[in-house]
């Protein structure tokens, strides 16, 4: 299982990495993957009619990475978003599939900020040179988040395939996404609708290990946090301070920090470390400490990483199922971003 590192930048070694992780996977993690529900995904679904798809999407994620190391945690999120509105099919793409009549999801609120639309079609682009119709903008989604977790020093995991694409995509659906400032019992019940549990749900927290976050997202929390006019009292008051500096500066609601100001670049457990210390950004982070049942799950972590990772792992393959189309239940798009 690939270690932790920091990112280089320009570095060279990408798709080596990225090839090598691919065929030395543990046997004890392909035998966890295998005994998960699929939906009628396999890991096959490529080898006759593309088997270029896998070295397509390593080689130009790596290549977009090496340049713009935070398109890293931005196409595991892409991944999380598409998968959370309406299941995995790709609908994150879309700009419109009424003429414009409707918001898009790729720009309701809980969207602000999602990237690495343009890594997934000139993914897409290529494969419809080397096998025209055959991969859909789903699967490109699911794959490129899973290299893009061995860049960034993730862990690997065999990534079912054969999803095929939705034809709507609409604002109104993304109620669905979890939010910076949803209660646990929301976020239990927004995991439970994509088919996830408790503890799928504390480990997919964990991607917040990396990345940024805009201020606006847990503004509330530094000067009147529920009204109180007060910061929450939850969160260290040194990271407060830091953060209203940061924030008030550019009186910008678009400034980015990091999620995690201890190891920012470092795909590990330090998330689970820095909410037993109130030094997340969001209070549905913090949530995760509100109940015995998850503060033991983050306890568990933050002391095993090997334990995250696992279910990390697992967790993350649960979520690539979530209410998947197959068969003649979608279709396979030129382009990403319309329907055709």
């Known amino acids: 299982m690939l270690k932790a590192h920091r990112l280089g930048t320009g570095s060279d070694i990408l798709p080596s990495m990225l090839l090598l992780c691919l065929v030395t996977s543990s046997l004890s993690t392909l035998t966890t993957q295998n005994s998960l529900p699929n939906n009628g995904l396999t890991f096959n679904f490529y080898d006759s009619i593309c088997p270029q798809v896998e070295p397509v999407v390593s080689n130009v994620v790596s290549t977009f990475i090496s340049s713009d190391a935070t398109l890293g945690p931005a196409l595991l999120r892409l991944h999380f978003h598409d998968c959370m509105t309406r299941g995995c099919d790709g609908s994150i793409l879309l700009s419109s599939t009424d003429g414009g009549k409707t918001q898009p999801e790729k720009e309701a609120s809980v969207s602000l900020g999602l990237r690495g639309f343009n890594v997934i079609e000139a993914i897409k682009a290529q494969l419809e040179k ?34 095929r694409d939705g034809f709507l995509s609409r604002s109104t659906d993304t109620a669905s996404v979890p939010k910076p400032s949803d209660t646990l019992p929301t976020l239990i019940a927004k995991f439970a609708a994509a088919g996830l549990n408790v503890q799928d749900m504390v480990a997919l927290s964990g991607i917040h290990t990396i990345g940024r976050a805009h201020c606006v997202s847990f503004a509330d929390r530094l000067a009147n946090f529920h009204g109180t006019h007060r910061p929450d009292p939850k969160l260290n008051g040194t990271l407060a301070s830091f953060l209203r500096s940061k924030c008030n500066v550019h009186k910008n609601s678009r400034v980015l920090v990091n999620n995690d100001f201890v190891t920012p670049l470092v795909f590990d457990n330090q998330y689970y470390l820095n909410i037993l210390s109130g030094q997340v950004l969001f209070s549905s982070d913090q949530e995760l400490l509100s109940s015995k049942k998850t503060r033991t799950i983050v306890e568990n972590f933050a002391g095993d990483a090997s ?34």
């Open 307 to 340: 334990a995250f990772t696992a279910q990390f792992i697992t967790s993350i393959i649960k979520l690539g199922n979530a209410n998947v189309l197959i068969g003649s239940k979608g279709n396979i798009r030129k382009t990403c971003d319309s329907v055709h």
């Open 130 to 163: 080397e096998c025209p119709g055959k991969v859909s903008c789903a699967d490109i989604v699911a794959l490129a988040a899973r290299d893009a977790s061995i860049v960034i020093g993730g862990p690997f995991w065999g990534e079912p395939v054969g999803r």
